[in-house]
């Protein structure tokens, strides 16, 4: 792949990056924050095509709250699969919500 002439391997031979790996995770980075409807677009698909992806963690993934991430499930008919199924599962929607407490307090 290139962008205006610069391929990844380039970024990675000039020593602005250790590798194409970190290249590429950079640049996905600046991708969703600069587009974070695309974060969105992921979350529901993933939701909707992978069973053991939470509420919880698509709620992350498109970066809206928990609530919010119903709303959007709703809007675009994708069933909600409430309840987690495990403590493992309880305890990370937990976690999540945490982090989203602690950030509402900093």
């Given at each position: 792949?290139?962008?205006?002439?610069?391929?990844?391997?380039?970024?990675?031979?000039?020593?602005?990056y250790?590798?194409?790996?970190q290249?590429?995770?950079?640049a996905?980075r600046?991708?969703?924050?600069?587009?974070?409807?695309?974060?969105?677009?992921?979350?529901?698909?993933?939701?909707?095509?992978?069973?053991e992806?939470?509420?919880?963690?698509?709620?992350?993934?498109?970066?809206?709250?928990?609530e919010?991430?119903?709303e959007?499930?709703?809007?675009?008919g994708?069933?909600?699969?409430?309840?987690?199924?495990?403590?493992?599962?309880?305890?990370?929607?937990w976690?999540?919500?945490?982090?989203?407490?602690?950030?509402?307090?900093?």
């Amino acid at each position: 792949m290139t962008l205006q002439g610069i391929r990844v391997e380039d970024l990675v031979q000039a020593g602005v990056y250790e590798s194409e790996a970190q290249a590429m995770d950079e640049a996905l980075r600046h991708l969703l924050q600069d587009r974070p409807e695309l974060r969105l677009q992921v979350a529901l698909h993933r939701y909707r095509t992978d069973e053991e992806l939470t509420l919880a963690r698509a709620a992350t993934i498109a970066g809206v709250s928990l609530e919010r991430m119903k709303e959007l499930l709703d809007r675009h008919g994708v069933p909600l699969r409430l309840g987690p199924e495990s403590i493992e599962e309880a305890r990370e929607e937990w976690t999540v919500i945490e982090s989203w407490v602690d950030a509402d307090t900093d």
